[in-house]
């Protein structure tokens, strides 16, 4: 396992993190407190220190059984959790990214971790009749009483986080360190602008349903189910099915399973991208941990990255063209040296045909 620094944090992060939605079994489905206390342990044994929770993970439980496992060693571990989903029914307040809900969820959350103190507290989802300065300052309240270290982002617009951690930063409030975003290979609508945010912002993405639902495993391929529409988002259809055929085919030639691969391709992006790994077995985390010595070499990355690119959106289709680029930057951009991207990958169509 190697390390990385989660965004403009000090803090080290191990280069997966451990997801616990699957801590529990009162969802229907899921892993009993004892296995998934062994799946904690095969982690860390791995070398793995980040643990991603959330309050209303299995109702509660997932967080309790986090804590459990956790005694004698929280330290040990940069332990994260989320705020914003309604715990009580019908009690409106229960809900959403207000002040109220924060200060009542976050001491729930302690309690039922059997801690003092969150490395790093994710805002879940974006409340938007919350005003940001309310969030913004509510949660730097929370970092200056020593209850979170550092605060995070999930599933928000591009545009909001950055007007979230500028107004946090003029204000001298605790800025976004992370964001929690849905990315894969056969969803990466958000290289349009969700990931050059991150990087503009210096945040670490933590990438949740690395494997889409499963679908990148190849084990749908036969046409058996599992082509589902969930929460908005559809994997089937030719089109996904290509890219999951190139992801089995780069699997075989290099020894892997698919499921590595896909992980792999993950860490390759531009910027600091962390999978979030969630498993019901021992077997199965230990086989997605294996993706750690998966390093794919120019050719997949090609492979992958052709197969699934996915569509401009306006602006930037608009201004993928050479024409309209030679226009904006003038028809010696190719003799324009950028030192700022040299370091880095391109992050979506158009840098990419910069950079060539």
Do not use: C
Not at 130 to 136: A, G, K, Q, S
Not at 268 to 276: A, E, W
Not at 281 to 288: D, P
Request: hydrophobic letters at 40%.
């Amino acid at each position: 396992m190697r390390y990385t620094l989660l965004g403009r944090s000090g803090i080290r992060v191990s280069e997966f993190a451990l997801g616990t939605m699957t801590f529990g079994e009162e969802w229907g489905w899921g892993a009993d407190p004892r296995t998934s206390a062994r799946l904690l342990d095969v982690y860390a044994d791995a070398g793995g220190n980040f643990v991603d929770t959330a309050n209303v993970y299995t109702g509660g439980s997932s967080e309790s059984i986090v804590g459990r496992a956790l005694q004698g060693r929280r330290d040990r571990f940069v332990l994260s959790t989320k705020y914003t989903g309604q715990t009580a029914p019908d009690d409106l307040n229960t809900a959403g990214n207000h002040r109220k809900n924060l200060v009542t969820s976050l001491e729930a959350s302690l309690r039922r971790l059997d801690t003092d103190y969150i490395d790093v507290l994710w805002v879940h989802a974006r409340d938007t009749l919350t005003p940001l300065p309310e969030v913004m300052r509510a949660l730097d309240d929370q970092v200056r009483a020593g209850k979170v270290l550092h605060v995070g982002v999930s599933d928000w617009s591009a545009w909001e986080i950055a007007e979230a951690n500028t107004l946090a930063e003029l204000r001298g409030w605790s800025p976004f360190v992370g964001v929690q975003l849905r990315y894969n290979l056969l969803a990466r609508s958000v290289e349009s602008e969700l990931m050059p945010m991150a990087q503009a912002h210096d945040l670490a993405v933590v990438a949740w349903g690395p494997l889409a639902e499963g679908r990148l495993t190849g084990k749908y391929l036969d046409g058996s189910e599992g082509r589902l529409t969930r929460g908005g988002w559809d994997f089937s259809g030719e089109r996904g099915d290509h890219v999951v055929r190139e992801v089995v085919a780069v699997a075989e030639a290099g020894g892997w399973t698919p499921a590595q691969v896909a992980f792999a391709w993950l860490r390759s992006r531009s910027g600091t991208v962390i999978p979030l790994l969630g498993a019901t077995s021992e077997q199965q985390l230990t086989a997605n941990l294996g993706a750690a010595d998966v390093t794919l070499d120019a050719d997949a990355l090609r492979r992958l990255d052709d197969a699934g690119a996915p569509d401009l959106a306006f602006p930037h289709d608009v201004m993928a063209g050479e024409d309209m680029i030679d226009l904006v930057y003038g028809d010696k951009w190719r003799q324009v040296v950028d030192h700022r991207r040299a370091s880095r990958r391109p992050v979506n169509d158009n840098e990419r045909l910069m950079s060539e």
